[in-house]
């Protein structure tokens, strides 16, 4: 039933759109470009195609929208008259001014990004003829100053002039688009704002003015763009500003960012008048002497997000510091210096806090509120001196998911600290001395996630009995141990089974010398895992834990004290993708050859080989950044012996490029690949080396032989070539039917 009604449906709508787009439909579309349908819209891409001017002749007059982003356009000439076009695109070209003739008839354009140009000057009374404009681009031209209103529109609501050089924005700049309701000046020169710049953009909601070197901003400035919700002010250089003037006018502002902004002091009254703000960032400015309350007064009562990250505050967070923002979710203080028993009375008032940023706050102690806490997810105390037999203090915090305690002076975590948190996702216990883990310390986290804990001073790997028996960790899927002395059992697992689900491992720096076969024998799942920074060695199956891990796609061996390393290690890794080995000390041996040509020729990316080629970054024409290469080095018996080695080619390989000297002993990988001699592995090259055996054969004696491989090669050829004609004759047939729906045949 079901399926007849699909069925019926189908038939209908392919009909409808046969008939839909008939001839009739079929519009025009520029050789370069590619057009089709987007819903109804006729939508004619000709981005990126090399081209140096408009392909006017051949647009269709109902190209809705017409993208030639990305080419080398340098002029733009007036458009077919009655074109429909509501979006022109033409961002990233080299346009060098907006001429009113170019626009001139484009009645139905709505849209206009011309971002990305060189674009010096825009005639006022370019779009005049758009009489539904709403949206302007043109960040990233360098505009010259302007003179007298910028544009003339009656409609315009969105214009982007960010990163154009502007070191003024005059008085009437504004005086023809007052529908306005979004303008980005982000990143220009301003320094100052005049009086008045703003007064007739009275529909204004959002202002970006981050990065213009402004040193004030007139008491006035705003005092008719009444309607800003949205205001931005980060990363300027505010020295002389009457704040509570300047925010008195904005009776609406919701948001309010003055990150960075050498900000020093902020008086009693700022933000006496913003009662509907709900995000304040303050966060960067030295504001030393700041008086939270007062500056906060009783106005802000909607506010839920207060930045006050390294701010440098002295005066003392207390008790009646948040009171009148009682409705706070997200409250950032970190990088300032507190005192846990300020602290306790200053959070008190803020039960709704879900967010709570401590890090790097001098505390000692913790606030023994916590129990207020009812809706806490996220709480990072990292970075703090704090003294032991505090944990307990944590344990209200039921619905808590991301804990950060890292490097936090703890020398000892209680066993029931985390026993109430059933929520935890993420946990960070990294930089605390603990050396060793309490039993059943985890026990409780079902929910558990990552786990972190680096530079613990930690011994044994994860200890089961951190760990309930009984259960498994089915969302535990990443540890951290990186640089703990680790000091590994000969034998048997390092991981409870507790932890099978683990895919991404961290033991980095962790002085481990070997790893038994069965190491990771309950935690086959691993797909990530780091072994970097440690002393690995090249003797005897060193490597042979590797057999286990079928699952493994990325590996980091750097650092380590490989000498060689053969290809047959990774023959049971097939999904590995990934592959470092940077940073050991090999000795240049066929075996360096054999891996690079499993890279090459297995794995049929020599990118699998991280440092094997100089990543694009890291090529630097002048200056001497370091690239990132792999290295062997040559003993001196094969020093000795260079000069007979170095004539030998092999086939297959790249010609040997006779070095200018040959002093130096150490080699890139693919520097000494080339000039090794070394000859490739039949196993490694498997198809290509077993046809050409088979030649050798033939050409001695048995013809037949060889004749028999190059008869079934020929069919194979033919029956291929046969079953790729059935296949494209069978695609153009699709396409065609494509192209009849929706696209022009090119
Ligand atoms: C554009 O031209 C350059 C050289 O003029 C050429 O290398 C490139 O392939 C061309 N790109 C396209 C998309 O045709
Ligand atoms: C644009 O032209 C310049 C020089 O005329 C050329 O180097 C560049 O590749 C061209 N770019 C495109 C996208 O065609
Ligand atoms: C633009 O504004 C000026 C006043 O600044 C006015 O004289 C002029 O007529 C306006 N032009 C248009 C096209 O609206
Ligand atoms: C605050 O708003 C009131 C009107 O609600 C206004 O009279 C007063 O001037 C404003 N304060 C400042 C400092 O602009
Ligand atoms: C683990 O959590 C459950 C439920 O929250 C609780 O009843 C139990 O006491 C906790 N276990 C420990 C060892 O704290
Ligand atoms: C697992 O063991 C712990 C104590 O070791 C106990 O509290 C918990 O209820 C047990 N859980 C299950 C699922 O058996
Ligand atoms: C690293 O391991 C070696 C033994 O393999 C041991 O002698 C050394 O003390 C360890 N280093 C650290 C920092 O624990
Ligand atoms: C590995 O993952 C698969 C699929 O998630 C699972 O079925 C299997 O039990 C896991 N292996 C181990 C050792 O946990
Ligand atoms: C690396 O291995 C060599 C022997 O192959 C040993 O002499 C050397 O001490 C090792 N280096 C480190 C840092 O473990
Ligand atoms: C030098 O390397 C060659 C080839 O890898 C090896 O046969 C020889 O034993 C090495 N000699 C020394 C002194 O390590
Ligand atoms: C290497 O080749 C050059 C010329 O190609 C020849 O002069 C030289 O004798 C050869 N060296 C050896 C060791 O065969
Ligand atoms: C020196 O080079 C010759 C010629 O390639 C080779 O036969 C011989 O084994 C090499 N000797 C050593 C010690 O590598």
Known sequence: MARSTVLAFYLIATGLTYGFNGDSFELECPDECDCHYFRINWVTDCSESNLTEVPYDELSLSVYILDLNGNNITDLKPFP???????????????????????????YLIDVDLSGNNISYVDPEAFLDSRGLLNVELQG????????????????????????NLSSINPQFFDNITTLTTVDLSNNPLKTL???????????ETLKLNDCKLTAISENAFSSAINIKYLELSGNHFTNTDWPEVLGKLLRLEYLNLRKSRLTSLSEDTFSNCTNLVTLILADNELRDLDVAATLGNSVTHLEELDLSNCNIQGPISGETFTNAS????????????????????????????????????????????????????????YNPLENVFTKLLAPLEKLE?????????????????????????????????????????????????????????????????????????????IRLGGNPLVIPPSGPIFPKQLSQVSILDLSNCNITSL???????????????????????????????????????????????????????ANNPKLHSLNLLGNPFICDCKIAEMWDWANMIKGDLDVLIGAKSAEKDIVVKGNKKKKHLYCHYNETQLRNMTTMVNKTVPGRRPFAKPRELTFAN????????????????????????????????????????????????????????????????????????????????
């Open 81 to 107: 008259g009655d074109i429909k076009m509501r979006r022109l695109q033409i961002a990233d070209n080299r346009l060098t001014k907006v001429n009113k003739e170019a626009f001139k008839g484009l009645e």
């Open 402 to 478: 991301y804990l950060n305690m890292g490097y936090s002076n703890l020398s000892y975590v209680g066993p029931d600290t985390f026993s109430k948190m059933t929520a935890m996702k993420r946990l960070v216990l990294s930089g605390n001395d603990l050396l060793s883990l309490e039993a059943g310390l985890f026990g409780n986290l079902t929910q558990l996630t990552t786990i972190e804990l680096e530079f613990c001073g930690l011994k044994r790997p994860l200890n089961g009995l951190a760990f309930f028996k009984n259960l498994t960790y089915m969302d535990l899927r990443e």
């Open 327 to 382: 409705r706070l979710k997200r409250l950032y203080l970190s990088g300032n210096p507190l005192v846990a028993a300020d602290l306790q009375a200053a959070l008190e008032p803020l039960p709704t806090l879900e967010r709570l940023f401590l890090s790097n706050c001098g505390l000692r102690d913790l606030p023994d509120n916590f129990n207020v806490f009812d809706n806490l997810l996220e709480l990072d105390i990292s």
């Open 516 to 570: 038994n076969v069965d190491a990771f024998k309950n935690t086959e799942n691993i797909t990530d895992l780091n072994l970097g920074g440690n002393r690995l060695r090249s003797a005897d199956a060193s490597l042979s834990f590797l057999e286990r891990l079928r699952h493994l796609e990325k590996i980091n061996l750097s650092n380590n004290n490989l000498t060689t390393i053969d290809p047959d290690v990774f």
């Open 194 to 204: 005049e009086a008045g710049v703003f007064d007739v953009l009275t529909s204004l």
């Open 141 to 164: 031209n360098p505009l010259t100053v302007v003179e007298g209103p910028f544009l003339a529109s009656a409609t315009l609501q969105y214009l982007d002039i960010s990163s154009c």
């Open 667 to 746: 080699r890139t990988w693919a520097k000494y690949v080339r000039e090794s001699g070394c000859e490739p592995v039949v196993k490694i090259l498997r198809p290509i080396a077993l046809v050409g055996e088979s030649f050798e054969y033939s050409q001695s004696n048995n013809i037949t032989a060889g004749v028999t491989v190059v008869a079934i090669m020929a069919l194979g050829l033919g029956v291929a070539t046969l079953l790729m004609t059935i296949k494209l004759f069978r695609r153009k047939t699709v396409d065609e039917a494509d192209t009849e729906t929706n696209r022009k045949v090119r």
